[in-house]
């Protein structure tokens, strides 16, 4: 079992940037590749960025290219979700989650997740 309780999220205007944290705890952190992902309302969940168990590989949506910045810090059992340049349509609950790929891009892959946290961009 993992817990994971994530953090950071809130309102902001267009252009601004926010940092997400998601910390675990339960079972070794390292041994899991983690990803970020969110849900619109009306939309289905949608993977954000992902970073396998060293952090040496990343996978980034195309809509958050060159924006978002996934990291994490297995000393602290946490991953991070840097946002820069956020826009509206960015607006989302953000989720993180556990998988045990290498790098997972489908929600089905992904075995524990938090709570979410909102994102809000005003226009």
């Known amino acids: 079992q993992v817990q994971l309780v994530e953090s950071g999220g809130g309102l902001v205007q267009a252009g601004g940037s926010l940092r997400l944290s998601c910390a675990a705890s339960g079972r070794t952190f390292r041994n899991y590749a983690m990803g970020w992902f969110r849900q619109a309302p009306g939309k289905e969940r949608a993977v954000v960025a992902a970073?396998?168990?060293?952090?040496?590989?990343?996978y980034y949506a195309d809509s958050v290219k060159g924006r978002f910045t996934i990291s994490r810090d297995n000393a602290k059992d946490t991953v991070y979700l840097q946002m820069n340049s956020l826009r509206p349509e960015d607006t989302a609950v953000y989720y993180c989650a556990t998988t045990s790929l290498t790098l997972g891009t489908m929600s089905s892959s992904y075995s524990y997740w938090g709570q979410g946290t909102q994102v809000t961009v005003s226009s």
């Open positions: 970073v396998s168990r060293s952090g040496a590989s990343t």
